[in-house]
């Protein structure tokens, strides 16, 4: 993930720098510097769509304010042949026209190239995904609507929630009198994720009413009596959890 135009390494420890290389950055034209890899997320997860999906509900739901380069929304590539940071710099996907709908120019004169292949104009463009209801671009929409309806999740208390699986990440946000509960499940294979949250922290209104609010998906979790909730994850799957008090009725 990446802020700008570079995924810098240079926090990591050399070991660690190159298990991230081999994972995601293999080739030597896919690095920078040494200490970054000059592409974007889709290519380097394969383009596998629950993978991505998934990074980027981490993205959204950790502490720490979300920020999106242009054309992450939906999904574009990089073009490397191109040296340095501009292999990330290609023209914006609007079409699956000529030049990807960015200039109308002959594409021997643009400054920078359009991506070519399977991250192209013709697979990959702002119009064909917004029409499509199942698009990267309509996910990360909605990811922007449930960060921006929970404010635990920006400006919140953040705490690992213990379990066993070491391929799941559980934790919490907790701010004010708002509650979520958010898993990830890191691994190709599904995971079930027994949490046992404290009955003692919870709002009157959960004790009330024992179900958690599932913010993307239409099924809410139960609470059991003791405080218990059990979750069946799929490969690269993940929940949002929203623990009710007083003042929630379900989001739209």
């Not at 950790?62 to 380069?69: D, E, K, M, Q, Y």
């Not at 979750?231 to 959890?241: A, I, N, P, S």
Request: glycine share 8%; net charge negative; proline share 8%.
């Amino acid at each position: 993930m990446r802020n700008h135009d570079e995924l810098t390494l240079d926090k990591l420890s050399e070991t660690e720098r190159q298990e991230v290389f081999a994972a995601f950055g293999p080739e030597e034209r896919m690095q920078l510097y040494g200490r970054g890899l000059k592409r974007r997320l889709p290519p380097m997860l394969d383009g596998d769509p629950r993978r991505i999906r998934m990074v980027y509900s981490l993205l959204f739901s950790l502490p720490g304010t979300p920020v999106l380069f242009y054309g992450e929304e939906i999904g574009m590539g990089e073009n490397l042949e191109v040296e340095g940071r501009l292999a990330v710099r290609t023209p914006m996907q609007w079409t699956d026209g000529p030049n990807g709908g960015f200039s109308t120019a002959d594409p021997a004169k643009l400054v920078r190239h359009v991506v070519q292949g399977g991250y192209g104009p013709a697979h990959v463009n702002a119009a064909a995904a917004r029409r499509d209801p199942d698009s990267l671009w309509n996910f990360m929409a909605r990811l922007i609507r449930r960060y921006r309806e929970c404010p635990e999740l920006g400006w919140g208390r953040f705490e690992v929630l213990k379990q066993p699986l070491h391929s799941v990440l559980a934790h919490r946000c907790v701010w004010d009198q708002n509650s979520m509960i958010l898993v990830h499940n890191l691994a190709a294979e599904p995971a079930t994720v027994v949490l046992n949250l404290d009955l003692k922290d919870l709002p009157e209104k959960a004790k009330e009413r024992p179900l958690l609010l599932d913010l993307l998906l239409d099924a809410d979790v139960p609470l059991s009596p003791d405080g218990t909730i059990e979750l069946q994850l799929g490969g690269y799957d993940y929940r949002w959890l929203r623990i009710p008090n007083s003042a929630d009725s379900r989001l739209p």
